[in-house]
């Protein structure tokens, strides 16, 4: 199932990962951007879950499994944007960075976990386990993620995810980002399940 027609329902969930980028890298991020990424993610998307509380989505999980198309990311549209508004410049240029590694490295035959985020403490594990579940109801027993230094890592490393490669970002001509980042990665993640 694709999701072209409600992207933008979901730009909140977008808007809560993208935050973190405003805190993480000191940089101002605005709906026109979130809304390139929710579009994104989504249609690079073939398996949704959510999870509801008190008649609230509170979480929510893309991915991808057995769905060899890959949407383009629209660098044309985000670097028009840097240029428009020089306050937007750095994180539009850092993230055209990460999505070309992304890219570089896709693996069309593994399961994606392209991206998730969650409200409330739990969730995120919960919808994990659907995933976990949905990949191997298809006859996976693996599946792969990317994240980046402004994400918490960690946590893939602390649930049993095994790192197989980083890959560094040059930051030289971040100075803002740089500011708040010594270094910066782009992490790939693989789950044996």
């Known amino acids: 199932m694709k999701f072209h ?3 933008k329902k979901y730009t909140k969930f977008i808007d809560r990962i993208l935050a973190l980028s405003k805190y993480h890298l000191n940089a101002t991020i605005d709906q026109e951007i979130v809304e390139i990424f929710t579009y994104y993610f989504i249609n690079n998307s073939n398996v949704f879950f959510n999870h509801m509380q ?16 890959e949407v383009a990311f629209d660098y044309d ?9 020089p306050e937007y410049k750095e994180i539009t240029t850092l993230q055209m960075e990460i999505n070309k590694i992304m890219e ?6 593994i399961p994606e976990l392209v991206t998730f985020c969650s409200f409330i403490p739990g969730v ?5 386990k659907q995933w976990e579940a949905e990949v191997k109801a298809r006859g996976y027993h693996q599946y792969y993620l990317f994240t980046d230094s402004n994400c918490t890592y960690e946590w893939y490393i602390k649930k049993g995810y095994t790192l197989l490669e980083q890959y560094p970002i040059n930051l030289d001509n971040l100075p803002t980002i740089k500011a708040v980042n010594k ?7 693989l789950k044996q399940i």
């Open 5 to 7: 027609q409600e992207w």
């Open 54 to 69: 008190d008649g609230q989505e509170v979480g929510v999980i893309f991915g991808n499994i057995d769905y060899a198309d």
């Open 77 to 85: 549209k985000l670097t028009l944007i840097g240029e428009q508004h």
């Open 104 to 109: 570089a490295h896709y693996e069309p035959e």
């Open 124 to 128: 995120g594990s919960q919808l994990i």
């Open 183 to 189: 270094e910066f990665y782009v992490y790939k993640f």
